[in-house]
């Protein structure tokens, strides 16, 4: 059986692996210092100041204040906080703005809402995966509570220019949310030069556990909490804290400040050698999405003449790690959603793998994989045309 030391992982955008620095941070809150953080000795209160010091590397990572920060289980229960509260501050504001392209914690959801009776505006994306700022302007009216964009597609990288779409939400007086979880960590940012009312993250994309996101709330804008009880993280989230892992995603935080540059260079170096190379040693090979206004790790790839699922199979035999898409959507053998949305056929959805890169990857996993895929994709298409 294949351990992590003999795999090939290209699948980051799915989850990361848990730095070492982050274990030995977090390791201490499991054992000696298991202290409950709301109780009044000082024995929880030593707890509850290293939450507060994960609560301010978060916000220096984010460009925020700390007590914009609220500590969640992952992003998707901090989209799905987010969309509730916003619904939950006018009665006659409940319409929704979102895209075909999210992230299923958004699309789920609002597919739900629509269920019941929200109005819920979908906007459509270009062929390059973006969306067209004039249709989202015209879709907001005076009956919209909340547009929600994700800052960056989990399956083709690719941005959307979220400076530009906050300042157009927030003009119309309508809250907006970012779901950034693909983002955190990828590209530097300053939440306090721009106009986004809610942000979610989540932990085990940039290295630190499953289990654990945050929700930014902008000091100005009014927050419902969507779950209720006790008066953890200022009445804005109730129950006890993973403490563990709230420190944990506080330290990978502020190494993740420490390493931006590292993604903007080293990381992508590695997807740009790895993505040209295919290219240049694959006949028939798409890159699916906007290859600039992209994520610095991710590559999506349509192959013409295969099966994108008997690719991960042989793949995973020789131990490479990849996708076919949204690991939160895997088993589903529908065509992706983001593929089918930005005009392409079932035919190049399901041919279509996603490589994304992390800063604990090396040319070493670059050069295996430019071996390896050739060959499989090879493989694949000579068993398709015998069929």
């Given at each position: 059986m294949s351990t992590a030391s003999d795999l090939t992982y290209l699948d980051n955008n799915a989850t990361t692996c848990v730095d070492p620095a982050v274990v030995a941070e977090m390791?201490?809150?499991?054992?000696?210092?298991?202290?409950?953080?709301?109780?009044?000795?000082?024995?929880?209160?030593?707890?509850?100041?290293?939450?507060?010091?994960?609560?301010?590397?978060?916000?220096?990572?984010?460009?925020?204040?700390?007590?914009?920060?609220?500590?969640?289980?992952?992003?998707?229960?901090?989209?799905?906080?987010?969309?509730?509260?916003?619904l939950a501050m006018d009665r006659d504001r409940q319409h929704i703005v979102t895209t075909r392209v999210e992230h299923?914690?958004?699309?789920?959801?609002?597919?739900?809402?629509?269920?019941?009776?929200?109005?819920?505006?979908?906007?459509?994306v270009n062929s390059n995966g973006q969306i067209d700022l004039g249709e989202l302007e015209r879709a907001i009216s005076d009956e919209t509570a909340l547009v929600s964009?994700?800052?960056?597609?989990?399956?083709?990288?690719?941005?959307?220019?979220?400076?530009?779409?906050?300042d157009i939400v927030r003009g119309k007086g309508a809250v907006f949310h970012t779901d950034a979880v693909q983002t955190v960590g990828k590209i530097p940012f300053a939440l306090r030069d721009m106009k986004v009312n809610l942000l979610s993250l989540s932990g085990h994309k940039l290295h630190?556990?499953?289990?654990?996101?945050?929700?930014?709330?902008?000091?100005?804008?009014?927050?419902?909490?969507?779950?209720?009880?006790?008066g953890q993280e200022g009445s804005r989230r109730a129950g006890t804290q993973n403490v563990a892992s709230i420190i944990a995603l506080g330290k990978a935080c502020e190494i993740a400040a420490q390493q931006i540059g590292h993604e903007a260079t080293a990381v992508k170096k590695m997807r740009d050698d790895f993505e040209n190379g295919i290219l240049s040693r694959v006949e028939g090979v798409q890159v699916n999405g906007d290859r600039v206004n992209r994520l610095p790790n991710t590559t999506s790839l349509a192959f013409a003449g295969v099966e994108s699922e008997a690719m991960l199979m042989l793949l995973d035999q020789r131990d490479i790690c990849c996708s076919a898409g949204s690991a939160c959507t895997t088993g589903q053998h529908e065509p992706s959603h983001v593929l089918r949305a930005m005009g392409y056929d079932d035919t190049r959805a399901r041919g279509s793998l996603r490589f994304s890169f992390g800063r604990f990857n090396t040319p070493a996993d670059v050069a295996r994989a430019l071996e390896i895929v050739p060959e499989t994709v090879e493989k694949v298409r000579r068993v398709a045309a015998a069929a």
């Amino acid at each position: 059986m294949s351990t992590a030391s003999d795999l090939t992982y290209l699948d980051n955008n799915a989850t990361t692996c848990v730095d070492p620095a982050v274990v030995a941070e977090m390791l201490p809150w499991l054992t000696r210092n298991y202290g409950n953080p709301s109780s009044g000795y000082r024995f929880g209160k030593r707890v509850n100041d290293a939450l507060e010091l994960a609560r301010e590397r978060v916000a220096a990572l984010l460009g925020c204040e700390p007590g914009e920060i609220i500590f969640t289980s992952c992003g998707t229960e901090s989209s799905n906080a987010a969309i509730h509260s916003a619904l939950a501050m006018d009665r006659d504001r409940q319409h929704i703005v979102t895209t075909r392209v999210e992230h299923s914690a958004t699309l789920k959801t609002c597919e739900l809402l629509a269920k019941r009776g929200h109005p819920v505006t979908w906007l459509g994306v270009n062929s390059n995966g973006q969306i067209d700022l004039g249709e989202l302007e015209r879709a907001i009216s005076d009956e919209t509570a909340l547009v929600s964009i994700m800052w960056a597609n989990n399956e083709t990288g690719v941005t959307f220019p979220i400076g530009e779409i906050a300042d157009i939400v927030r003009g119309k007086g309508a809250v907006f949310h970012t779901d950034a979880v693909q983002t955190v960590g990828k590209i530097p940012f300053a939440l306090r030069d721009m106009k986004v009312n809610l942000l979610s993250l989540s932990g085990h994309k940039l290295h630190a556990p499953k289990g654990v996101g945050a929700l930014y709330v902008n000091r100005r804008t009014k927050f419902v909490p969507w779950m209720t009880g006790g008066g953890q993280e200022g009445s804005r989230r109730a129950g006890t804290q993973n403490v563990a892992s709230i420190i944990a995603l506080g330290k990978a935080c502020e190494i993740a400040a420490q390493q931006i540059g590292h993604e903007a260079t080293a990381v992508k170096k590695m997807r740009d050698d790895f993505e040209n190379g295919i290219l240049s040693r694959v006949e028939g090979v798409q890159v699916n999405g906007d290859r600039v206004n992209r994520l610095p790790n991710t590559t999506s790839l349509a192959f013409a003449g295969v099966e994108s699922e008997a690719m991960l199979m042989l793949l995973d035999q020789r131990d490479i790690c990849c996708s076919a898409g949204s690991a939160c959507t895997t088993g589903q053998h529908e065509p992706s959603h983001v593929l089918r949305a930005m005009g392409y056929d079932d035919t190049r959805a399901r041919g279509s793998l996603r490589f994304s890169f992390g800063r604990f990857n090396t040319p070493a996993d670059v050069a295996r994989a430019l071996e390896i895929v050739p060959e499989t994709v090879e493989k694949v298409r000579r068993v398709a045309a015998a069929a």
